[in-house]
């Protein structure tokens, strides 16, 4: 899964990223990455994927 990652582009992603207030925003790589790994285990709504992910449970 890393290699699909790292082949991808973030550019157009990352555009918009840092203009804004507030909290940092999440590397879109390793958001990229955990979006592919949530839908090969089958887990589709966002809701199941941010509670099963120790990085935004630690971060809410």
């Given at each position: 899964?890393?290699?699909?990652v790292e082949e991808l582009d973030p550019e157009?992603?990352?555009v918009g990223y840092g203009s804004g207030s507030g909290r940092p925003p999440f590397d879109p790589a390793?958001?990229?990455a955990l979006l592919?790994?949530?839908y090969g285990a089958g887990?589709?709504?966002s809701r199941r994927i941010f509670a099963s992910s120790p990085?935004?449970?630690s971060a809410a």
């Open positions: 899964m890393n290699l699909v157009a992603i990352e390793m958001m990229t592919l790994y949530a887990v589709y709504p990085t935004f449970a």
